[in-house]
């Protein structure tokens, strides 16, 4: 069993900066890939960025691409989403999730782990 808990959230103003973090806890940290999520009120949830298992590979959606970066610490067993010149489309609650393998993933079904969220606001 996995559990994971994002902190990082919070109110910025358009062009800011934030960083998320995830802890993780239960199942050995290494032997799963993770990504973030997030979701706009009204839309569905929606692919951000994914890592695999030692951090060696990563992906990310075409909208954060340049802007976000994704990375996670095994010895701290805790994923990280930096995110630089935030859009108020950007605004969403986060999540993390982690997969059942070792290869990162961009679809949503592919993920069997999931935090709570936090919510990220992006002011004009």
């Known amino acids: 069993q996995v559990q994971l808990l994002e902190s990082g959230g919070g109110l910025v103003q358009t062009g800011g900066s934030l960083r998320l973090s995830c802890a993780a806890s239960?199942?050995?940290?290494?032997?799963?890939?993770m990504g973030w999520f997030r979701q706009a009120p009204g839309r569905e949830r929606e692919f951000v960025a994914t890592?695999?298992?030692?951090?060696?590979?990563?992906y990310f959606a075409d909208s954060v691409k340049g802007r976000f970066t994704i990375s996670r610490d095994n010895t701290r067993n805790t994923l990280y989403l930096q995110m630089n010149f935030l859009k108020p489309e950007d605004t969403a609650v986060y999540y993390c999730?982690?997969?059942?393998?070792?290869?990162?993933?961009?679809?949503?079904?592919?993920?069997?782990?999931w935090g709570q969220g936090t919510q990220v606001t992006v002011s004009s």
């Open positions: 999730a982690g997969t059942n393998g070792l290869d990162p993933s961009s679809h949503l079904d592919e993920y069997f782990h």
């Open positions: 890592i695999n298992w030692n951090g060696g590979s990563t």
């Open positions: 239960g199942r050995t940290f290494s032997s799963y890939a």
